[in-house]
């Protein structure tokens, strides 16, 4: 009997993803974006004695600037590529505070109210069950403790299109939720005092296709999609033409959120 093909699993796709988006991703100005960096810190208030765990940390480049601040950092990813890369990144700005780890974030591997601060930003949009992620979260936080939860959030009436578009540019893509489907998965967990802010993150699309390396024969759809955005805004991401090339807006959400004293 011949062998069946290994069925691709989801998570299969983001490892090779990834793998493949490492250095780019690293790379890539807008993700060390600094005016969306401040916004993480200034938000989750980051001190000394916090401990932070970093969430599908990918490039370690939350878990650095959170690193320069507070006691002790633990990124955990399930790209070991992407490890390496935040390993690269630690050295050269030379911290020592930071540890890394290769895993599954939907099952944490650290005990109950392990962590005062828990961060993850880009990744749940890449996962089928994120609310098992958010529930894990709750579980390794510190009573008082928050969580900060960054990520994309198209509008209501553009979320379709907008998710349709992003899993042509990228197979390892899930769902996009709203805020609001975002910011009522955090209340339903049981967090508390919920703060939020917004940024636009303005992107070359040509920059981020040649970086995100979708099946080429979805590439002309994805620019078609794009140009239509600019006349239509059928995506929801504010699209427009510099210099004769395409550019648009990742809309982006922050939430923080507490985990009570006291269990409720």
């Keep these: 009997m011949l062998n069946q093909p290994r069925k691709i699993s989801h998570s299969d796709s983001i490892i090779s993803q990834f793998t493949k988006q490492a250095v780019p991703f690293l790379r890539m100005s807008q993700h060390s974006n600094q005016y969306g960096l401040n916004l993480v810190v200034k938000l989750s208030d980051p001190k000394y004695d916090d401990t932070v765990l970093d969430v599908a940390c990918g490039p370690g480049i939350v878990a650095c600037e959170f690193a320069?601040?507070?006691?002790?950092?633990?990124?955990?990813?399930?790209?070991?590529?992407?490890i390496e890369q935040a390993k690269h990144l630690q050295n050269e700005k030379d911290l020592h505070n930071i540890d890394?780890?290769?895993?599954?974030?939907s099952k944490l591997p650290y005990k109950d109210d392990s962590f005062s601060l828990i961060v993850t930003r880009y990744s749940l949009h890449h996962l089928i069950n994120p609310s098992e992620v958010i529930t894990e979260m709750y579980r390794v936080c510190r009573p008082g403790g928050r969580i900060l939860v960054?990520?994309?959030?198209?509008?209501?009436v553009k979320k379709n299109a907008y998710n349709y578009v992003e899993k042509l540019r990228d197979p390892s893509h899930a769902e996009a939720l709203t805020f609001i489907e975002l910011k009522r998965m955090v209340e339903s967990k049981g967090f508390i005092n919920i703060n939020t802010e917004s940024q636009d993150l303005e992107m070359n699309l040509e920059s981020l296709i040649s970086s995100?390396?979708?099946?080429?024969?979805?590439k002309d759809e994805i620019i078609r999609l794009f140009k239509k955005d600019i006349s239509s805004d059928i995506l929801g991401m504010k699209s427009y033409l510099k210099d004769n090339e395409k550019y648009f807006f990742f809309p982006v959400s922050l939430i923080v959120a507490y985990k009570p004293k006291q269990s409720i």
């Design 68 to 82: 320069k601040i507070v006691n002790h950092v633990i990124g955990i990813d399930l790209t070991p590529a992407m």
């Design 100 to 105: 890394w780890r290769v895993g599954d974030v």
């Design 150 to 156: 960054v990520d994309v959030t198209p509008p209501e």
């Design 212 to 218: 995100s390396f979708p099946n080429p024969k979805n």
